[in-house]
């Protein structure tokens, strides 16, 4: 296990090293500066300063660095398209405000972002200011359980309930930074990572409604060699979440962030078609989430050597519409529909942590795609209820199962094949004279084999 987590160490460091060795190398060339003022930007928050910010953009000269500087003030904008070398420096007391017209976009919906990079190289956002995608202009009926959303759909540009404009996106691009920067408010994803190699994401601070779907974090769909860290997130939807819709996702260190959100903390998938690993996440914070660490797979990939470490997790339940019932961790392989591939999670560790939730730990594998090799070492898991909903039910969505009934246990496991639990601390509170728990531990053991104990114990309080 040591070794495992020096490997990942070791590819967090060649991250920093890679991208820390830029600067030096750019001190070679001349950077370029340009305010988008000089260009006729007016900042009032009312006029779209678009051309002038494009103009901007396209005025740097390649390959050379270039900052495009934005003073005080705010710049409404429909889409903008960065460039290899550029660098939003978008500073204090500035605000990029996203338009919310639908004619704001490129007919193109998978480029509907009002900050995008394509196939472009050493190219950033930072500078201290934000980014503000309006999310709450797109809320058609707000609702505390879950806000009804206004979606373009109606026009046949796209499909379902998810057809809002993401904020920021790269796309097969290369040496991406972004740093010191709040995204604020979007209508749905917030920064989309897209077949992107080599990036860095650091001391940046996302807000999403609380109440609106989908409005994830940081999204890394298909890209590989990646560094978080420094970051809050506070939104409604899954803070960091990696996909694999069209290639692999590996390499990927997430450090030293603090997050809450009304869904995953850390959700792996649920697009899942191809394979995640050599992943770290170390020393998180997560509060007031409704599920803690994720695994959704149920499109036929893999996850595998994957370390989550000195994290402190706590988990609540919210609305049922929302995905999770409050698990701390949930880990799954059930495919999402019947004709959908079964996929594998293997040699997963859990160190280190500790965990206060309403809910238990949720392991279910499925039967040609099972758990194995999961290690939990020094875990403290605390389980408590201190809100109104009901409990009593396991949450297997998107697809699968749905909701099924099931006693409230505090590790559910089915379909594991070696599940290895080290000084593993158990305790459940029963905080309204009703004691809901069931057991420590629910299992069949036709299903689950090879279960290791060392230093286990679990226990009862009332009050």
């Keep these: 296990m040591k070794m495992a987590i020096a490997i990942q160490l070791f590819f967090f460091l060649l991250i920093i090293h890679s991208h820390s060795a830029i600067p030096s190398i750019r001190l070679l060339r001349r950077s370029t500066s340009f305010s988008v003022t000089d260009f006729g930007a007016i900042g009032d928050g009312l006029h779209y300063d678009t051309t002038a910010i494009q103009s901007a953009i396209n005025s740097c000269p390649a390959p050379s660095r270039c900052y495009v500087t934005f003073p005080p003030g705010t710049y409404l904008t429909a889409t903008i398209w960065l460039r290899s070398g550029v660098v939003l420096d978008i500073q204090p007391g500035a ?213 989550f470490s000195n994290i402190n997790i706590t988990t609540r339940y919210y609305d049922p519409s929302w995905w999770g019932r409050a698990e701390p961790i949930y880990v799954t392989t059930c495919p999402r529909d019947p004709g959908s591939k079964e996929g594998s999670i293997s040699n997963i560790r859990f160190t280190n942590i500790t965990a206060t939730s309403e809910n238990g730990v949720f392991l279910s594998g499925s039967k040609s795609g099972v758990l194995s090799n999961l290690r939990f070492t020094n875990v403290k898991l605390r389980y408590k209820r201190w809100t109104k909903y009901g409990g009593g039910i396991a949450d297997y969505r998107p697809g699968c199962q749905g909701f099924v009934k099931h006693g409230m246990a505090g590790m559910i496991m089915e379909h594991i094949e070696g599940l290895n639990l080290e000084n593993v601390d158990m305790h459940w509170f029963d905080t309204n004279g009703s004691l809901q728990w069931n057991n420590p531990l629910d299992f069949r053991p036709s299903t689950v084999n090879n279960i290791s104990f060392l230093n286990f114990h679990s226990g009862y309080s009332s009050g």
């Design 95 to 307: 605000t990029v405000l996203a338009g919310t017209k639908m004619e704001d976009y490129p007919a193109d919906s998978s480029r509907w972002f009002a900050v995008v990079a394509e196939n472009a190289s050493d190219v950033g956002i930072s500078g201290g200011g934000t980014v503000d995608g309006q999310g709450l202009k797109f809320v058609e009926k707000f609702d505390k359980r879950k806000n009804v959303m206004v979606s373009w759909n109606k026009t046949g540009a796209c499909y379902g309930d998810e057809c809002r404009p993401d904020l920021v996106g790269f796309i097969g691009s290369n040496k991406v930074r972004v740093s010191n920067v709040s995204f604020n408010q979007p209508a749905h994803w917030c920064l989309h990572l897209v077949r992107c190699e080599n990036t860095v994401i650091e001391d940046v601070s996302i807000y999403g409604d609380f109440d609106t779907p989908n409005n994830d974090g940081i999204d890394i769909e298909d890209s590989n060699n990646t560094l978080i860290t420094r970051c809050r997130i506070d939104t409604g939807d899954d803070a960091i979440c990696p996909k694999s819709s069209n290639g692999p996702v590996f390499n990927l260190t997430a450090t030293n962030c603090w997050i809450r959100t009304k869904s995953s903390a850390i959700k792996l998938g649920s697009a899942s078609w191809f394979n995640f690993t050599r992943m770290l996440f170390d020393n998180l914070t997560i509060v007031d989430s409704h599920r803690g660490l994720a695994f959704q797979l149920r499109d036929g990939g893999s996850a595998n050597d994957i370390t």
